[in-house]
């Protein structure tokens, strides 16, 4: 009984000891965005809905698009009450469907920087993911600066530029070169 007491109190401790290591990496991401020059967060669109995740229609008028659900816009509020806490107020790039456009919207506002070719990529088709990957990187690379860019887009995207998995809603830092490339320091989750 008291070695079963024992292992269940290291156990807790252990667990306590984790979390808080995970809040103080938030933390010290949060300060490097609010602090740092050149930095780029990575971030997927929040809870999507129905619709065909590749479907995107130019009109702007969301038909047979993904749109959030309202978990995915209370968490993308969520979200922007992180970056306006801190004070922080960036520039964004934003993908031009509209469940990206609408987490950005309601995270940060207008305005919103987008183009066609930053829609959802297909792996399959090497001609867009170039062109996607060429325009991003550009984008990133012309508004760095001394406020963090804010690029929200696709799980298929992201991984491109940063070969990291990213879940929805969930912030991936890192570094933008000149050229846009990016060098990730880390990953500040918000939960919804």
């Not at 938030?26 to 809905?49: F, G, I, S, Y």
């Amino acid at each position: 009984q008291s070695s079963i007491m024992r292992i269940a109190r290291i156990a807790i401790l252990l667990l306590l000891s984790v979390l808080a290591m995970h809040v103080w990496a938030n933390d010290l991401l949060w300060e490097k965005l609010r602090t740092e020059a050149n930095l780029v967060v990575l971030m997927r669109h929040t809870q999507p809905a129905g619709g065909n995740p590749l479907t995107w229609d130019a009109s702007g008028n969301c038909r047979g698009e993904s749109m959030l659900t309202a978990e995915g816009k209370a968490h993308a509020r969520k979200i922007g009450d992180e970056f306006a806490k801190r004070g922080i107020k960036p520039p964004v790039i934003s993908s031009p469907m509209c469940r990206c456009l609408e987490t950005t919207r309601i995270a940060f506002g207008e305005p919103v920087i987008t183009d066609a070719v930053l829609r959802e990529i297909a792996s399959a088709d090497p001609e867009r993911t170039n062109a996607f990957e060429r325009k991003a990187q550009s984008l990133i690379g012309k508004h760095r600066g001394s406020s963090p860019v804010v690029f929200v887009s696709h799980r298929p995207n992201i991984d491109l530029l940063s070969l990291e998995l990213i879940g929805e809603g969930e912030l991936l830092v890192g570094r933008a070169n000149a050229s846009g490339e990016i060098d990730v320091l880390g990953k500040i989750d918000v939960p919804p």
